[in-house]
């Protein structure tokens, strides 16, 4: 849940400059509730099809939040890669 802020506004601190539209306002509903599907599949309409450039550069911001770190898959192909190196070692060697 996003603590509110004194001003009463709801929105979470990266989206406070975002521009206020009917659109962006879903999108930030959306990824509020975890729902990051529709994020990806909405923002970039929302992009393509916005005339305020600020609209466009906000639905890109949102979708790019939804992407998965890249740290994590670097680590996780890494992870990967160790096992099927350690199964391999062990399938090929004599014990």
Do not use: C
């Not at 923002?43 to 450039?53: C, F, G, Q, R, S």
């Not at 939804?66 to 740290?71: A, E, G, K, R």
């Amino acid at each position: 849940m996003t603590e509110q802020a004194d001003n009463g506004d709801s929105r979470p601190p990266f989206a406070r400059q975002y521009p206020r539209t009917a659109e962006i306002d879903r999108l930030l509903r959306a990824f509020g509730r975890g729902d990051y599907a529709t994020v990806r599949l909405e923002a970039p309409k929302v992009a393509a099809e916005a005339t305020d450039p600020r609209v466009a550069a906000a639905a890109r911001d949102l979708r790019r939040r939804t992407l998965p770190d890249p740290m994590a898959l670097y680590l996780m192909g890494l992870a990967l890669a160790l096992l099927a190196f350690l199964s391999a070692w062990f399938f090929l060697h004599k014990h």
